[in-house]
């Protein structure tokens, strides 16, 4: 079974710690000075100082002044020593039901006289658990034993250099405050703080704390600020909202973002099919024209031959005749073949002629056999369809 004792003595350890440690000191410096900046009546609306009364023990113990804290104190009551414990209680509860803030915190103030003073230098390496080394030396420094005072510290000074702690101890003998809190034990008051009263200017008639709290940890009470609660919780619940918003947009926007991957990435398919489509076309379309180009440049073998029959004269006859590409070869008989080249270059269709190889004469007929050469000109074609029209 868990000790939850034990548990609060750790976390009381390590709350003591906190407040003796330099974060502790800087975040106070750090919201006194933000607090300074905000105009007062944004203080008053934004953050509302803490409700707070004060019982002001007097010199002899026997009266305490009730008095509203704060930053400007208010004297509200006295109670006497002679007054009746249940008429005082009365009182008491009239006084902490008047702070429409909430139930206000109660810190029991002391005569400065009745507060002890003492400085404590220690080593800086007991920093981290300061409060039970001051607790253990405690007869050391000062005239009384741990179990018969009730005592608390500020650190004044950090030396890192000469490696010394300067602290400021306050302590109160127990039994000196065993009849006061007997009587606010009858009136029904449980003080959340136990300090002293501040030593003020001559003049200055307003009261105020020295800054510490004498109780020892396992009495004093906790106080809560329900309007602080509820503010860190109005706090909280805006976090969350917003984390809640800022998870539903990414949420909604990583959504969004599928799905419009997804459509580019039908669209992407699409085009990609477009494309393919467009090049097949655009590949058909070339071949398409490749032929029909390579058809208009070569010249029709039937206009070809007309040609060759119009320009070569009866005497002249060919027994092969061959079409490559853009070159005409011939080959035949017939006598004056060197007529031949002046024949055929006349006609439009036809450059370059020339005679390949000798010419033989043929021993049967008697006629000279040749082989010729002419270059096609399929530009001429038209010239020669128009030529051939006028005869």
Same mark, same amino acid.
């Given at each position: 079974?868990?000790?939850?004792?034990?548990?609060?003595?750790?976390?009381?350890?390590?709350?003591?710690?906190?407040?003796?440690?330099?974060?502790?000191?800087?975040?106070?410096?750090?919201?006194?000075?933000?607090?300074?900046?905000?105009?007062?009546?944004?203080?008053?609306?934004?953050?509302?100082?803490?409700?707070?009364?004060?019982?002001?023990?007097?010199?002899?113990?026997?009266?305490?002044?009730?008095?509203?804290?704060?930053?400007?104190?208010?004297?509200?009551?006295?109670?006497?020593?002679?007054?009746?414990?249940?008429?005082?209680?009365?009182?008491?509860?009239?006084?902490?039901?008047?702070?429409?803030?909430?139930?206000?915190?109660?810190?029991?103030?002391?005569?400065?006289?009745?507060?002890?003073?003492?400085?404590?230098?220690?080593?800086?390496?007991?920093?981290?658990?300061?409060?039970?080394?001051?607790?253990?030396?405690?007869?050391?420094?000062?005239?009384?034993?741990?179990?018969?005072?009730?005592?608390?510290? *500020? =650190? $004044?000074?950090?030396? %890192?250099?000469?490696?010394?702690?300067? /602290?400021? @101890?306050?302590? +109160?003998?127990?039994?000196?405050?065993?009849?006061?809190?007997?009587?606010?034990?009858?009136?029904?008051?449980?003080?959340?703080?136990?300090?002293?009263?501040?030593?003020?200017?001559?003049?200055?008639?307003?009261?105020?704390?020295?800054?510490?709290?004498?109780?020892?940890?396992?009495?004093?009470?906790?106080?809560?600020?329900?309007?602080?609660?509820?503010?860190?919780?109005?706090?909280?619940?805006?976090?969350?909202?917003?984390?809640?918003?800022?998870?539903?947009?990414?949420?909604?926007?990583?959504?969004?973002?599928?799905?419009?991957?997804?459509?580019?990435?039908?669209?992407?398919?699409?085009?990609?099919?477009?494309?393919?489509?467009?090049?097949?076309?655009?590949?058909?379309?070339?071949?398409?024209?490749?032929?029909?180009?390579?058809?208009?440049?070569?010249?029709?073998?039937? *206009? =070809? $031959?007309?040609?060759? %029959?119009?320009?070569?004269?009866?005497? /002249?006859? @060919?027994?092969? +005749?061959?079409?490559?590409?853009?070159?005409?070869?011939?080959?035949?008989?017939?006598?004056?073949?060197?007529?031949?080249?002046?024949?055929?270059?006349?006609?439009?269709?036809?450059?370059?002629?020339?005679?390949?190889?000798?010419?033989?004469?043929?021993?049967?007929?008697?006629?000279?056999?040749?082989?010729?050469?002419?270059?096609?000109?399929?530009?001429?074609?038209?010239?020669?369809?128009?030529?051939?029209?006028?005869?």
């Amino acid at each position: 079974m868990t000790d939850f004792s034990d548990i609060r003595q750790g976390l009381r350890q390590l709350a003591a710690r906190y407040r003796t440690s330099p974060l502790a000191a800087f975040l106070s410096w750090w919201g006194r000075e933000l607090y300074g900046m905000i105009p007062q009546h944004w203080r008053q609306r934004l953050i509302a100082p803490r409700p707070q009364l004060w019982l002001i023990v007097d010199d002899d113990g026997s009266s305490l002044q009730i008095w509203r804290g704060g930053p400007e104190p208010e004297y509200l009551d006295t109670f006497g020593a002679g007054e009746d414990a249940g008429l005082l209680r009365t009182r008491w509860q009239n006084h902490e039901a008047g702070f429409r803030e909430g139930v206000p915190e109660v810190s029991l103030l002391l005569p400065p006289d009745m507060v002890l003073e003492a400085p404590v230098d220690l080593p800086l390496a007991v920093e981290s658990n300061l409060g039970p080394a001051v607790s253990y030396q405690l007869d050391q420094l000062t005239p009384f034993r741990a179990d018969q005072v009730w005592h608390d510290f *500020h =650190v $004044l000074e950090r030396e %890192t250099e000469s490696g010394r702690l300067r /602290l400021d @101890l306050r302590l +109160v003998p127990r039994n000196r405050l065993t009849s006061l809190f007997e009587r606010l034990a009858a009136i029904g008051i449980r003080p959340h703080v136990l300090d002293s009263a501040a030593e003020m200017p001559v003049g200055d008639q307003s009261p105020d704390r020295a800054g510490f709290n004498l109780l020892p940890a396992e009495q004093r009470r906790v106080y809560i600020d329900r309007r602080v609660r509820l503010n860190w919780a109005l706090a909280l619940a805006a976090v969350l909202m917003l984390a809640v918003v800022m998870g539903q947009s990414l949420y909604l926007r990583g959504q969004g973002i599928e799905k419009l991957e997804a459509e580019i990435a039908v669209l992407r398919t699409e085009a990609e099919q477009v494309m393919a489509l467009q090049r097949e076309l655009e590949d058909a379309l070339d071949a398409a024209n490749f032929l029909a180009e390579h058809r208009r440049e070569q010249p029709v073998v039937m *206009h =070809v $031959l007309d040609e060759i %029959t119009r320009v070569l004269p009866n005497d /002249l006859w @060919l027994q092969q +005749v061959q079409i490559r590409g853009e070159e005409l070869t011939m080959s035949g008989m017939g006598n004056g073949s060197q007529r031949l080249i002046e024949l055929v270059n006349a006609s439009t269709l036809f450059s370059e002629t020339e005679i390949r190889g000798q010419v033989n004469i043929d021993p049967n007929t008697g006629q000279e056999r040749f082989n010729a050469r002419a270059v096609i000109t399929p530009w001429g074609l038209q010239d020669a369809v128009a030529a051939r029209t006028r005869e």
